[in-house]
């Protein structure tokens, strides 16, 4: 187990990353580690996420409360509270706003067609949640439905969350969407998206168990209680070329 110190220096190099990726931009963002059942360490607030130390970072207990730092508290600690009261088995979330992903959430569409082949063995898909106002438990009402099913999650008119059983698999998970979104706006523009058909999706499911970090899939597309016109990416007037659902097989939690 890593100590609180490698702990500190990782969260540190991947925010510098997820900085330098243009993932953030000014104080945006927040990163957290669960450091044991009681405590998480997590980035203030009001801090550029390419010039944190190590020093900068704050412990909180589960209740949001903070137990050690100079700093004050992410205002959307709850957000990172929420999933780990959810998810036993994560160990840490990344919350950011990288432009392409965030683009598709604030369009209102979900990243739920099967276009590649990578996104379904990963993550299966990245649905959209309902719009929330941060820092409020609004935010909480729009992820709750969705936190026990997927890893990655948009956030309506704000960003993206992600999180896994460590750091990089959280933040692995963060780049995945991006690169998605950005293979996705490509099909949109040039109008000849493929989806993968129901028998490609069952060969990758049955695949991912070779996988590391590939664990379960979710539900696709996700249940439409979360939006108006939020069901998918696809043109206009074009049927969806697979409805296949690709059945959970996460352990119960």
Known sequence: MATERQTRNDIVGFARMMHGCGYVAGMDGNLSVR?????????????????????????????????KGQRNVSSEIGMHLLIYSMRPDIQAVVHAHPPTATGFAASGMALTQPLICELVIGLGC?????????????????????????????????????YGENLLQAYMKMETVEHFARVALVARILGHEQPLNDVDIEKLVAARKNYAGAKSAAPMPPAPHNGDNRNGFRPAGRPREST????STRSAR
């Open 35 to 67: 450091l044991d059942s009681g405590r998480i360490l997590v980035t203030p607030t009001a801090m550029s996420k390419g010039m944190l130390r190590g020093s900068d970072l704050v412990i909180v207990d589960l209740e949001g409360r903070k137990l």
């Open 126 to 162: 990245v649905p959209l949640a309902k719009y929330g106002t941060p820092g409020t438990p609004e935010l909480a009402d729009g992820l709750s439905p969705l936190i026990p099913q997927y890893d990655a999650i948009l956030m309506a008119n704000h960003g993206v969350v992600t």
């Open 244 to 247: 296949h659902k690709i059945s």
